[in-house]
């Protein structure tokens, strides 16, 4: 099933990918779709941690949202696909909202690799950045993705070197405030978001997009290629 990824990495690239366990917060828009590309990419072991139902709202952009999952728990439903593409794979799956009652149970049970943060909760991307910093693991955040129309802006950086994006100026002060100063990478858009109300406006293809180019930093960065 990999033999098209063989042509561009070698065997013990892939062994890495297949050895690495990936810890991944949200499995919305960004998440659904970072979590499908990875398995495709050869990740087999993946802990997918959300507390949310498949609603239709979700239908324009979420890889778990069809007519037929709707009021679904979005991790089972997430679970079912992965193991389609590939049925070796092992998926653990916590049904929870992640925030300061429960991290350490994950943290300190469960052999973490890779933390991939897709989350829309502040409050929980700040545990997950501390977490992986305590305990030197390799990790991503997305920033915002709603109220946007262009994937071509999207971009993968240092948290310090972000601007635009108004939920990276809300975790650069955190940060500063915190006295954080190890590199925090995130994935981020230089568009300037949207605003018609008070509901947040959705594509399919921005939020996708970003998953897409969160599982390519995963993957590269755990073979050494970037």
């Known amino acids: 099933m990999f033999e098209r990824l063989k042509l561009l990495i070698n065997e013990d690239e892939l062994k890495k990918i297949e050895n690495t366990r990936v810890l991944l917060v949200g499995v919305g828009g960004v998440g659904g779709e970072c979590a499908i590309s990875l398995v495709r990419s050869g990740i087999k072991d993946i802990i997918l941690i959300d507390y949310d139902t498949v609603d239709i709202t ?55 690799n890779f933390v991939i943060d897709c989350c829309d909760s502040i409050k929980t991307k700040k545990l997950l950045i501390l977490k992986s910093l305590e ?19 999207l971009y993968i950086t240092d948290l310090k070197n972000t601007d635009i994006d108004p939920l990276a100026r809300i975790m650069r002060k955190w940060a500063k405030d915190e006295k954080i100063n190890k590199k925090i990478p995130v994935l981020c858009s230089k568009e300037i978001p949207s605003y018609k109300g008070d509901i947040v406006g959705s594509t399919s293809f921005v939020p996708n997009c970003a998953g897409l180019l969160i599982s390519s930093y995963v993957i590269r960065k755990i073979i050494n290629r970037l």
């Open 58 to 112: 979700n239908i324009n952009r979420q890889v778990v949202a069809y007519h037929s999952t709707i009021g679904k728990k979005k991790t089972e439903v997430l679970e079912k696909i992965l193991k389609d593409i590939n049925p070796l794979c092992n998926i653990k799956i916590y049904n929870m909202f992640l925030d300061e009652t429960n991290i350490d149970m994950v943290f300190n049970n469960e052999k973490i």
């Open 135 to 153: 305990n030197n693991i390799n990790f991503i955040s997305s920033m915002g993705t709603g109220n946007k129309f262009d994937p071509s802006k």
